[in-house]
């Protein structure tokens, strides 16, 4: 899929991943959203974990820059940033690991699981009225 918009953008776009990965969540909303209903979108809602590799402002300019041409003329994207949180098997604790590391910061243990912080996911799309 082609954004007309991208041509405005594409010299400070060039190089980001946020890109690719805005055109993917349009696509999802092409997918999620039938064609008669797509200019009635005014509000999409995304989860970037601290350490899915997004740059939440980045994604936010790519959406503002392709979301005009892109169907959905009135959208405009909200990213909610989800905390690194893993949960100690060793020390029965849930904390937030501001790190990124996967250990413990309580115990040092590694015996660990990774219970959010890594995902992006399209949570909410709200339509408008008429």
Do not use: W
Request: hydrophobic letters at 40%.
């Amino acid at each position: 899929m082609s954004f007309p918009a991208f041509n405005i953008c594409k010299e400070i776009l060039i190089d980001m991943h946020e890109l690719s990965l805005a055109q993917n969540i349009i696509e999802m909303m092409n997918d999620a959203v039938p064609a008669e209903k797509q200019h009635r979108v005014k509000t999409i809602h995304l989860e970037a974990g601290a350490f899915s590799g997004v740059v939440p402002d980045s994604l936010a300019f790519a959406l503002d820059c392709i979301l005009p041409d892109s169907g959905f003329p009135k959208a405009r994207a909200f990213i909610h940033e989800i905390p690194f949180t893993v949960y100690c098997k060793t020390c029965k604790r849930k904390r937030i690991n501001n790190s990124g590391i996967s250990i413990c910061e309580e115990c040092g243990s590694s015996e660990i699981e990774i219970l959010s912080g890594t995902e992006l996911i399209l949570k909410a799309i709200e339509l408008g009225d008429e």
